[in-house]
């Protein structure tokens, strides 16, 4: 899995295949909903670490990342019951700096927004608050069943990250055919925007008509390309 991981983040990285993109080969599906860039402009791809913050606390949190190795991994923070922001830019420092993070991607609220877009920090989050959690145990802890279910579903999957949002290819998704349709998608790209720009075809005779691949527009290698990906070899 660990040698997938790496090949799709190589690949997508290399390529700036977008969110947008990655959604479409996921079948337009995968993005993590409410989730917005905080700050503009930047791309971040990698394999995804999961910690939770429950109950208007962050107590738990710091505990959480504090044993973890966050080095080029996006961390994704998950709200349980939390209404107020649950860190500001102590903690952003700390995950982005000092535990080397890619990027932070969090359900809920952030304070401190000055500092974090005077910084510029790659963060993805629902909205800002000047309204922050307290730090000690405040109730219960998250349900053991609850913990597994998201720890399964979130951790060591990948999350692509960019002005459109977060999309995220979960490890179910994860293997050699999800590598050909990221490769077949940017190719795809490349030729739609020939056609647009070069051939100066419509959207709608390129994008639904298809035109490209009845009318000898395109250079035979293309299509040779082209009809290698489709075929799946």
């Not at 800002?128 to 405040?138: E, H, K, R, T």
Request: charged share 25%; with cysteine.
């Amino acid at each position: 899995m660990n040698n997938l991981i790496n090949k799709a983040v190589n690949l997508i990285e290399a390529n700036r295949i977008s969110s947008t993109e990655v959604a479409d080969v996921l079948g337009k599906k995968g993005q993590i909903d409410n989730v917005y860039p905080l700050n503009r402009s930047h791309f971040k791809v990698g394999e995804v670490v999961f910690v939770y913050a429950i109950n208007n606390s962050n107590y738990e949190l710091h505990k959480q990342i504090a044993e973890l190795d966050l080095t080029d991994k996006i961390l994704f923070v998950y709200n349980v019951n939390c209404d107020r922001a649950i860190f500001g830019d102590l903690v952003t420092k700390y995950i982005m700096l000092y535990k080397r993070a890619k990027a932070i991607v969090v359900t809920g609220k952030l304070r401190d927004a000055h500092t974090l877009i005077k910084e510029s920090y790659p963060i993805w989050c629902e909205t800002v608050s000047p309204i922050g959690c307290v730090n000690y145990i405040n109730g219960e802890d998250i349900n053991v069943d609850l913990y597994n279910e998201l720890y399964e579903q979130y951790n060591g999957a990948i999350m692509v990250c960019d002005d459109s949002g977060v999309v995220m290819i979960p490890k179910t998704e994860l293997n050699e055919h999800l590598l050909k349709k990221l490769e077949f998608i940017e190719f795809q790209e490349d030729i739609w925007f020939y056609c647009l720009d070069t051939l100066k075809m419509s959207t709608f005779e390129i994008v639904c008509q298809k035109k490209y691949l009845t009318e000898n527009l395109l250079d035979k290698r293309l299509l040779e390309k082209l009809e290698e990906f489709q075929s799946g070899k």
